[in-house]
């Protein structure tokens, strides 16, 4: 599908680029038909990566290119190359470069990921926008603020969940949010909320998934007197911990690190983690089949 990201004109000195992500029955010629096919159309292929699952037989690509003409070509073209990747046999989504991403952002209390996601934004980091902060808590509301961000305050309790996820769902449509954040927000997303979102929603797991899922996992590694810690950056489904890897990074601890070691440690993780998983999802670099990911250099 075209990912509908709000069109944002480039400057004078930018060129926007498409990025296609496809993948399908692994065939010959694969490659070659797909260069060709933008080589014909007069476009410059700037990156193209790709791989193959042996044991699956499926077919991976992610290949980016400027196309040549006159304003207005680049959405054509990104139609064009979507009714071409079906007549392969293919699935494919298609990017615009010049089409910026509206991120909202969900927080509890914790605020280590929260203020590391905004300040990579505000640096340009990320080829997307953070347009909104939700958080059943408060405790950010002033930060956001200061930031420039909008703040919302949706509580959640065990017995107004409905309503505050229909709050949720709400304000996600009016914002017109194209990825959901969980950056460290401490409620479960429902099954049926996670499908009426209907866009990618990114957590970030305080484990080296999957060990020690659920609640309090630097407790449970202590306990088990583990000598690595890790946090995972996954896309959140109606499985709790379970959705498509995206990121993972480890920290080495001993015997002489005690629990609030190993949180001061894996909050440093857990940061560097969500944000290169954020990174790389808004650079068309993530492409999901099944539970699995294939993550493109």
């Given at each position: 599908m075209l990912?509908?990201?709000?069109?944002?004109?480039?400057?004078a000195?930018?060129t926007?680029?498409l990025?296609?992500?496809?993948?399908?029955?692994?065939?010959?010629g694969?490659v070659?038909?797909v260069?060709?096919?933008?080589f014909a159309?007069?476009g410059?292929?700037l990156?193209a990566d790709q791989?193959?699952?042996?044991?699956a037989?499926i077919f991976?690509q992610?290949?980016e290119?400027?196309?040549?003409?006159?304003?207005?070509?680049?959405e054509?073209?990104?139609?064009d190359?979507?009714?071409?990747a079906?007549?392969?046999g293919?699935?494919a989504?298609v990017i615009?470069?010049?089409r910026?991403?509206?991120i909202?952002?969900f927080v509890s209390?914790?605020?280590?990921?929260?203020?590391d996601?905004i300040?990579?934004w505000k640096?340009g980091?990320?080829?997307?926008?953070i347009?909104?902060?939700?958080?059943n808590?408060?405790d950010?509301a002033?930060a956001a603020?200061?930031?420039?961000?909008p703040?919302?305050?949706?509580?959640?309790?065990?017995?107004?969940?409905?309503?505050?996820e229909?709050?949720?769902?709400?304000?996600l449509?009016?914002?017109g949010a194209?990825l959901?954040?969980?950056a460290?927000?401490m409620?479960?997303?429902?099954?049926d909320?996670?499908?009426?979102?209907g866009?990618p929603?990114?957590?970030?797991?305080?484990?080296?998934?999957?060990?020690?899922?659920?609640?309090?996992p630097y407790h449970?590694?202590?306990a088990r007197g583990?000598?690595?810690?890790g946090?995972t950056?996954?896309?959140?489904?109606r499985d709790?911990?379970?959705g498509?890897i995206?990121h993972?990074?480890?920290?080495?601890v001993t015997?002489?690190?005690?629990?609030?070691?190993l949180?001061r440690k894996?909050?440093d993780?857990?940061k560097?983690v969500l944000?290169q998983a954020?990174r790389w999802h808004?650079?068309?670099?993530v492409?999901?089949y099944?539970?699995?990911?294939v993550v493109?250099?």
């Open positions: 990912v509908g990201f709000p069109l944002v004109f480039p400057t000195m930018e926007p680029t990025i296609a992500l496809l993948h399908g029955p692994d065939q010959p694969l070659a038909r260069s060709g096919w933008i159309r007069g410059n292929i990156h791989h193959r699952d042996r044991e037989g991976f992610r290949i290119w400027v196309p040549t003409g006159s304003a207005g070509v680049a054509r073209e990104a139609g190359f979507l009714a071409f079906a007549s392969l293919m699935q989504k615009l470069s010049s910026r991403a509206r909202a952002v209390k914790a605020d280590h990921c929260f203020h996601l300040l990579r640096a980091d990320f080829s997307g926008d347009v909104a902060i939700a958080g808590h408060t950010l002033e603020r200061g930031y420039g961000v703040f919302h305050h949706i509580p959640v309790t065990a017995d107004t969940k409905p309503q505050a229909a709050r949720q769902l709400a304000l449509n009016d914002l194209d959901v954040v969980l460290r927000y409620q479960v997303l429902s099954a909320l996670l499908e009426k979102i866009r929603v990114i957590n970030i797991h305080h484990s080296f998934l999957p060990a020690f899922a659920g609640g309090k449970q590694a202590h583990v000598k690595l810690i946090a950056a996954h896309y959140a489904t709790l911990d379970e498509p995206i993972q990074d480890v920290a080495q015997h002489r690190h005690g629990v609030e070691d949180v894996g909050r993780l857990e560097t944000a954020v808004l650079e068309g670099r492409l999901v099944g539970n699995k990911t493109f250099d």
